[in-house]
């Protein structure tokens, strides 16, 4: 581990199935979600995990150098953490004490024997001194020369085996020399790589991040279109913001957790569209309300360390219909941005072509366009492609422009509701056809606009 950062790996598994063993007890395997997380180790299921849908690596400190046992000192050791009062322990005259035996062996030089330490259980020094911690906690030991080791909450609660992990101050009956006044022992280890010499800190460690909000690119189109790595956010989840067409398609990986508001809703221009009554002024002071009240929402979940998922239709970074105004009310650190398929990208995958062919391919909206004339001559004087999101509307503006810049005979494309395996359809046409071919298509909304030499 980088910096000497040593932790156990316990005897973990994600389980499949599993077979009763007698005598029955009346919690049967039936009763299991799987996959399962299943640890071994532990006397209690405390931590066992049913269903379990994604695993985090989380980073319990950064690196740092150390240089193991070298001249090592330490006086005394501090337990600290967010919620407690830090705590000196400069000897263990007032706990407890206990004999452990241990097969040690290391990396370096190898089998040591076996050896006795004396000592306080960590268990008893958290236990006496009132600090309480659940199983979404570590304790990170540090020694004065910067070696670090690791235990959880379910070795030291959920297995026999917790009491003998000990805070030494005796070797063989006598105190520790060079290697200062406490040792972290664990004597179960098959290793000793993780004890702690001339232990200084532990500190206590909420591994249970603070809440933030996801904004997930579920993809355009089918479900499938979602990537593990969105998936996996739906696991994290607490809560989620969605349309009711989402929710819908979606549902079995939401596994029923609450919808706290429609996103779309507060966008004016939808809320216009989908309220007609509704003027366009008003719909602005409609949808800014709303917003407030989504923000109220999410808030209050981040502050009671509660993971909000947002669904974002196609890639939330390839223009995101809503998302931009959350940097107005929350701090980069709360939003984490996972990126889905884009309408892009399928529409490309049904062409069939390289589309950027000739070196390169303009993403862009309509409103990119008009007034740069300029632009969509070079682009087609260089032989490169346009792609044109939630265009089909504005295509009696666009004709004529594409039509000055690329020339009324160059190709183009067509396609609509891309990424939707029965209803997905490309026109291949050219740019005076362009308006022409859109005519007859139900569809006015969910279309990309393709021109470019590389269609051919």
């Known amino acids: 581990m980088a910096g000497g950062l040593q932790c156990r790996f316990e005897w973990a598994m994600i389980a499949l199935r599993a077979e009763p063993v007698p005598p029955l007890t009346k919690e049967g395997p039936g009763t299991h979600v799987f996959p399962r997380l299943v640890l071994g180790d532990d006397f209690y299921s405390d931590r066992f995990v049913d269903g ?19 001249h090592a000192r330490s006086p005394a050791v501090t337990i600290s953490g967010a919620a407690i009062k830090p705590l000196v322990i400069e000897n263990l005259s007032r706990y407890n004490k206990v004999t452990v035996t241990s097969k040690q062996s290391g990396h370096d030089p190898g089998y ?6 004396r000592g306080t259980p960590l268990v008893e020094v958290l236990e006496k001194e009132g600090i309480a911690i659940d199983k979404d906690t570590l304790l990170l030991a540090t020694g004065s020369d910067g070696y670090r080791g690791a235990v959880s909450y379910g070795e030291l609660f959920l297995s026999p085996g917790g009491r003998k992990i000990i805070v030494a101050d005796e070797l063989e009956g006598k105190p520790f020399g060079k290697s200062g006044k406490f040792n972290l022992i664990f004597p179960d280890d098959y290793n000793a790589d993780r004890w702690v010499k001339a232990l200084e800190k ?16 579920v993809g355009c189109g089918d479900t499938h279109l979602l990537t593990l790595e ?11 913001a969605c349309d009711r067409e989402l929710a819908k398609r979606f549902a079995r990986y939401m596994d029923k957790k609450p919808v706290l508001f429609n ?15 509704v003027a366009p002024e008003e ?5 800014a309300g709303l917003r407030e009240e989504s923000v109220r929402l999410m808030k209050n979940a981040l502050a009671e360390g509660k993971n909000v998922v947002i669904l974002e239709y196609g890639d939330p970074t390839i223009f995101g219909s809503w998302t931009y105004w959350l940097y107005e009310y929350f701090r980069p650190g709360e939003i984490v941005v996972v990126p889905g398929v884009s309408a892009f990208n ?5 062409i069939g072509k390289n589309v950027a062919a000739n070196g390169a391919v303009l993403l862009t909206v309509p409103d990119g366009l008009f007034g740069n004339e300029s632009m969509v001559k ?49 026109i291949w046409t050219t740019v005076d056809g362009l308006e022409e071919a859109a005519l007859g298509e139900k569809e006015k909304f969910l279309g990309m606009i393709y021109v470019g030499k590389s269609l051919k």
């Open 263 to 277: 996103p779309l809703e507060n966008i004016a221009p939808y809320y216009a569209r989908i309220h007609p009554e």
């Open 202 to 217: 532990i500190e206590i460690i909420k591994v249970n991040p603070k809440g933030r909000i996801f904004v997930v690119g």
């Open 52 to 70: 379990v849908f994604n695993i985090e690596v989380v980073s319990l400190a950064a690196p740092v150098s150390f240089n193991k046992g070298k």
């Open 112 to 117: 040591f024997g076996i050896v006795s330490y």
């Open 230 to 240: 969105g998936l996996s956010v739906f696991g994290k989840a607490h809560a989620f």
């Open 346 to 350: 399928a529409a490309n995958a049904a």
């Open 283 to 287: 719909a602005g002071r409609i949808t």
């Open 378 to 426: 070079a682009m087609a004087d260089r032989g490169l492609s346009l792609a044109i999101f939630v265009g089909l509307q504005e295509l009696s503006r666009l004709a004529p422009l594409l039509k000055t810049g690329f020339g009324g005979d160059a190709p183009a494309c067509l396609v609509y509701r891309a990424g939707y395996a029965n209803s997905e359809k490309l």
